[in-house]
C-alpha cells in the first residue's frame, strides 16, 4: 500500500503515548506527518520518532482538518473536550480513555471482533478497550466458539503504570524510603504502595465497585460478543511498575477437554502459552512483548466444569498502545 496519512496523536507524552509513537515507529504505519499533542503543561518538550525528536504541541490551538487519523491516549475529560471537533473536522477517532459510548464508538480488539469495522460510518470512531479487557478477550475469543462459557471470574492485579507517571514516580519513591529506613509519605496513593496490595483502583460507588471492574464488565461482554455473560471481577492495585496479571475462573457448561483448550491456546494470534508446570510472570515474560501470556491452565479442584487460567500482559504496551495501532492497521486497509 503507497498511501500515507497524516496522524496527530493526543496525550503523547504520556506512558501509553510515548508508546503509541515507538509502536508506529516499530510497525512503519504509513505516517506523512506525525502531530504529536498534550495539554499546555508538556507542550513546548519531544518526543523521539525516526531518529529526530518531535516537539509536542498545545492540543488546544491544533488544527484537527490537517490529520485524517487522530489517536486520543489521554484522560476521558481530554476525549470529551477534543472529540467532537476532530469528528467535525472529519478525521477518523481511536480512542483510548473509555470516555466514548458503545454505540458512538465500539470497542475493538482485533483478535476478537475485528468484523465490527466493516461497514461504519464515516469519519469511523472505535475505541480500544482498557488494557484489563484487551488482554482478557485475546485469551477468552479463542474459546467462545467452542466452549459454552457462563460466567467469568477475574481477580486483576493491576500495575500502576496504569495510572500514568505520578503513579510509577510514587511506587519508586516508596520503594527507596522503606529500603533506606525513611519515613514514608503517601501522596498519590491513599496509603503504602509499595510492597503492599490495595483492594481496589479508585473510588467504589454505593454497591462497592470501582469504575474500572465497570468498565472491565462492560467492554468484555461488548467485545466478546456476549452481552448476557456473567461477569465478577475484582481490581487489585499491584507494587508493579508495568505489566498487569490476572487470575481468571470460567464456568462452563459441561466438563472442559484441557487439551482441545491448550491446543486452541496454541494456536491463536497473540497468546503465547507456558509449559504445563512452569508460568509466566509480568516482569519476567510479559512487559516489553507483544502477546499475552497464559499458564496454569486446569480444572477446579473438584469441578471439571471449571477452567482455570493465569494470565500475564503488558499494559501499556500490548493492552493499550498495540492494540490501538492495530485497529489503525485495520482502518487504513480501506479509505480513512
Known amino acids: 500500500m503507497n498511501q500515507s496519512f497524516d496522524i496527530a496523536v493526543v496525550g503523547a507524552t504520556g506512558t501509553v503515548g510515548e ?3 515507538q509502536i508506529l515507529e516499530e510497525r512503519d504505519f504509513p505516517i506523512t506527518a506525525l502531530h504529536l499533542l498534550a495539554s499546555i503543561e508538556s507542550a513546548g518538550s519531544s518526543v523521539p520518532y525516526r531518529g529526530k525528536n518531535v516537539r509536542v504541541r498545545e492540543v488546544d490551538t491544533f488544527d484537527f482538518s490537517t490529520v485524517q487519523l487522530v489517536f486520543f491516549a489521554a484522560g476521558p475529560a481530554v476525549t470529551l473536550s477534543y472529540a467532537a471537533k476532530a469528528r467535525a473536522a472529519g478525521c477518523t477517532i481511536i480512542d483510548l480513555s473509555g ?4 454505540v458512538q464508538a465500539p470497542q475493538v480488539v482485533p483478535e476478537a471482533n475485528s ?9 469511523v470512531q472505535v475505541s ?3 488494557a484489563s479487557a484487551t488482554a482478557l478477550a485475546v485469551v477468552l475469543a479463542p474459546l467462545r466458539g467452542v466452549l459454552d462459557i457462563q460466567r467469568v471470574n477475574v481477580t486483576a492485579c493491576l500495575a500502576v503504570s496504569a495510572q500514568g507517571r505520578e503513579a510509577v514516580s510514587e511506587l519508586a519513591r516508596q520503594t527507596a524510603e522503606l529500603l533506606n529506613l525513611r519515613p514514608l509519605e503517601s501522596t498519590f496513593f491513599d496509603r503504602q504502595m509499595a510492597f503492599n496490595l490495595l483492594a481496589q483502583v479508585g473510588k467504589p460507588d454505593a454497591q462497592g465497585h470501582v469504575p474500572l471492574e465497570k468498565r472491565l464488565v462492560s467492554e468484555l461482554r461488548e467485545v466478546l460478543g456476549l452481552p448476557a455473560l456473567k461477569v465478577a471481577v475484582t481490581c487489585v492495585q499491584a507494587p508493579v511498575f508495568f505489566g498487569d496479571s490476572f487470575s481468571v475462573s470460567v464456568q462452563l457448561a ?4 484441557l487439551d482441545a483448550v ?3 491456546l496454541e494456536a491463536a494470534d497473540s497468546i503465547e502459552l507456558v509449559e504445563a508446570g512452569d508460568y509466566p510472570t509480568a516482569v519476567g515474560d510479559a ?3 507483544d502477546v499475552v501470556y497464559v499458564g496454569r491452565v486446569r480444572h477446579g479442584v473438584d469441578d471439571t466444569s471449571e477452567l482455570n487460567l ?3 500482559s503488558d499494559n501499556v504496551r500490548k493492552g493499550a498502545a498495540l492494540n490501538a495501532v492495530q485497529v489503525a492497521e485495520l482502518l487504513i486497509k480501506a479509505p480513512l
Not at 470516555?99 to 458503545?102: E, I, N, T
Not at 468484523?115 to 469519519?123: C, E, T
Open 287 to 289: 512487559v516489553g512483548q
Open 254 to 257: 459441561g466438563p472442559v477437554d
Open 115 to 123: 468484523h465490527v469495522l466493516k461497514g461504519l460510518a464515516k469519519p
Open 19 to 21: 508508546t503509541l509513537v
Open 99 to 102: 470516555a466514548l459510548p458503545a
Open 262 to 264: 491448550n491446543a486452541l
Open 310 to 312: 493465569w494470565l500475564t
Open 128 to 130: 480500544s478497550p482498557s
